[in-house]
């Protein structure tokens, strides 16, 4: 009985966070940021946990029977003889209550994960930031009464124009940040202010070094800074990038500022905050849990940087792409799920990353495992095949994977990827990885060729 209730309490959790993902619907379907062919007080650390203590959490009706391994291993061993997916693939399903491996395929090679990579970021930022933490940008007193700083705390979320409400989750204002920021000189009688911007929250590169190029100019991603409005884009819903997010993100402070009765001049100059500075305003980004959703559905590159970074400043590394990545690896480690997983970014943009296929499905069963609830976020944010972002446009109403599967997809020049849960047709919880990285030219075939193992996985049934 102990066993069902915990079911019960487990799918009412990820249903009520199906719920808040469902309020901004029109949001979470809408394609990848940056997904095509080159195209501060934190909860109780999570327990270091085997796979095997995993139960289910999509279920509604318990953990069916397991699948027949026999007839799973044809059927998937076929369709990875799928000529779109070229000759370097890897596969692994798992059971999640067991932790036993229902099936494996060069399983355990290094494989150029693509975006997938966002899952072992956004479990690092869920385990060690904690689910509730969010990000500040503040405005503190500078070195005279006239004299102020805008400080950047790495939200690149925060809106420097009105939000739609019907947004989820619903960001940050600049604007808001600067009316408080006025409100307080106001009362002290000063209407002209000195502004400089402090965003050394970063260290080190702004792209890395693995990077393509183009990336910034295409509008995959943005310099990463610790100090952006709109995630470095030149207006809400273009993918244009702007070369300084964070002098444009002043700009549009000091413009703010003036619209509600604060004169400043407009040359940007950066300095650093006293620690000890006299804040005079802030505002808070999204909590973590729901920056980790908007990460996965919609495959946010900025945003996953963003979050190694915050990884890294709260496990003591520099908050730089390698001390992301350290930070990220240590925070794995703890939780006995780092073996087979190296990174070099958060969003899965650099083609150094190298995970395994069976270190993936592993981390999937881990996030949701009953004894680590705060990464249950991980289930609620990933895509849902058919009907929400970057997998909303993939597997037709006939499909057997259709509304069942959940999983984070995963797209470089010649690598395809797809990695999430599922349940078989008689009801059991499996966590799969599926990773291809020497894709042959053909824009849709390799992912059409995943959509189908993850297709035959939902419809796997008991022997």
Do not use: C
Not at 303 to 330: I, N, T
Not at 352 to 362: C, E, F
Not at 369 to 389: K, Y
Not at 402 to 417: H, N
């Amino acid at each position: 009985m102990m066993r069902r209730d915990r079911w019960v309490a487990l799918v009412t959790l990820v249903m009520l966070q199906l719920f808040v993902v469902g309020a901004g619907a029109h949001l979470l379907a809408s394609d990848a940021l940056g997904e095509k062919e080159t195209r501060p007080a934190a909860s109780p650390e999570p327990v270091a946990v085997p796979v095997v203590t995993a139960g289910p959490v999509l279920a509604a009706g318990g953990n069916g029977p397991l699948p027949a391994k026999t007839t799973l291993t044809e059927r998937l061993t076929r369709a990875l003889g799928d000529p779109a997916l070229g000759e370097s693939v890897g596969a692994a399903v798992v059971d999640v209550e067991s932790g036993e491996r229902l099936f494996a395929d060069d399983a355990d090679r290094g494989i150029t994960p693509a975006s997938t990579t966002k899952i072992v970021t956004s479990v690092a930022a869920l385990a060690s930031l904690g689910p509730d933490a969010r990000l500040s940008t503040r405005v503190v007193r500078g070195s005279s009464p006239a004299s102020i700083i805008l400080v950047g705390g790495g939200d690149p979320t925060l809106a420097a124009g009105k939000t739609d409400p019907s947004v989820y989750p619903r960001p940050a204002s600049l604007a808001s940040l600067a009316s408080r920021t006025a409100k307080a000189l106001k009362a002290e009688g000063v209407t002209k202010v000195t502004v400089a911007y402090d965003d050394g929250l970063y260290t080190g590169r702004r792209t890395a070094a693995s990077w393509k190029p183009g990336y910034v100019p295409e509008g995959s991603v943005a310099p990463v800074t610790a100090l952006m409005v709109d995630e470095g884009t030149t207006a809400p819903g273009s993918r244009q990038r702007v070369s300084d997010p964070s002098r444009t993100a002043h700009a549009a402070f000091v413009s703010l500022l003036a619209k509600y009765g604060v004169k400043a001049g407009r040359t940007a100059r950066r300095a650093g905050a006293d620690p000890g500075a006299e804040e005079i305003a802030r505002v808070d980004s999204a909590p973590v849990h729901a920056l980790v959703e908007r990460a996965l559905t919609l495959s946010d590159n900025d945003l996953s940087e963003a979050l190694a970074r915050q990884v890294a400043l709260k496990e003591g590394e520099p908050a730089s792409f390698d001390g992301g990545a350290a930070a990220v690896h240590k925070v794995l480690t703890r939780l006995g799920a780092a073996e087979g997983i190296r990174v070099h970014d958060g969003s899965g943009l650099s083609p150094k990353n190298r995970i395994t296929a069976a270190a993936l499905a592993r981390l999937v069963a881990v996030a949701v495992s009953p004894a680590n609830p705060r990464l249950h976020p991980i289930v609620s944010g990933m895509p849902v095949a058919g009907f929400t972002g970057t997998l909303g446009h993939r597997f037709g109403r006939s499909d057997a994977a259709y509304g069942l599967v959940r999983a984070k997809t995963g797209t470089l020049d010649g690598v395809s990827t797809l990695a999430g849960l599922t349940t078989t047709k008689d009801g059991r919880l499996v966590a799969f990885a599926f990773m291809a990285d020497e894709v042959p030219p053909g824009w849709g075939k390799a992912e059409a060729a995943l959509d189908r193992l993850a297709a035959t996985v939902a419809a796997s049934v008991a022997g």
